[in-house]
């Protein structure tokens, strides 16, 4: 269990162009969800969190008019690259857990978004 | 104090022998404490996780110590394999608000098992 699905794996577009990223829990209802960037070799850098029906949380120097995150369901969220550019280009990585409510909840994360914008 | 330290940066061991790879917190109020596997080009996967009232929990190769008084914990990979040979995060927990979580990670160690 606890499956999070993340579309598309790879895209290339040009620069200038909007990119959405989908970020699905399969078999739970994930309360809240994060959005990562990670850099070659390097750790993840937490770029938002977002709990369903309120609007995301964005950490210091993400901005959140070029990267809005969407999380209307339980089971989805979204990120969307606007006017994205080279320096856009990344790996991008959602996670999902559940309600704490119930107990300690891990992470679970998707395989990740290459982003290339050329 | 909501960073997380770990170490090494990389590590090289010889197939079979033990990986260890070791992480500190400084926040009392972290409660829970995961360790994820990436491989290159995909996600990190939950591997293993533990509480602060235990203080070793095991999984098949893989072995978590907790030292809470230390705010110390470490992970253990008995009989490592080339096929362990990832990246390894540890990371730390704490309760926000009545349902949610805040995660630190830690900077991941480069794992590489010799054949």
């Known amino acids: 269990g606890a499956v999070v699905s993340q579309h598309p794996s790879w895209v290339i577009c040009k620069s200038g162009t909007s990119v959405k990223i989908e970020c699905r829990s399969l078999d739970f209802q994930a309360t809240t969800m994060f959005w990562y960037r990670q850099f070659p070799k390097q750790s993840l850098m937490l770029m938002a969190t977002s709990n369903e029906g309120s609007k995301a949380t964005y950490e210091q120097g993400v901005e959140k008019d070029k990267f809005l995150i969407n999380h209307a369901s339980l089971t989805l969220s979204t990120l969307t690259v606007t006017s994205a550019h080279p320096e856009d280009s990344s790996f991008y990585i959602c996670s999902a857990s559940r309600d704490r409510t119930y107990g300690n909840q891990p992470q679970h994360f998707g395989d990740g978004t290459r982003l290339s914008i050329l | 104090q909501q960073q997380v330290k770990q170490s090494p940066q990389s590590l090289i061991v010889q197939k079979g022998g033990i990986s260890i790879i070791n992480c500190a917190y400084e926040n009392t109020a972290f409660d829970y404490f995961p360790w994820y596997q990436q491989f290159p080009g995909k996600g990190p996967a939950l591997l293993i996780a533990?509480?602060?009232?235990?203080s070793e929990k095991k999984e098949g190769r893989f072995t978590i110590s907790f030292n809470k008084s230390a705010k110390q914990f470490s992970l253990h990979i008995m009989d490592s394999q080339p096929g362990d040979s990832a990246t390894y995060f540890c990371a730390a927990s704490m309760k926000v608000n009545n349902y949610g979580q805040n995660f630190v990670f830690g900077p991941g160690t480069r794992l590489s098992v010799l054949p």
């Open positions: 533990i509480r602060p009232d235990v």
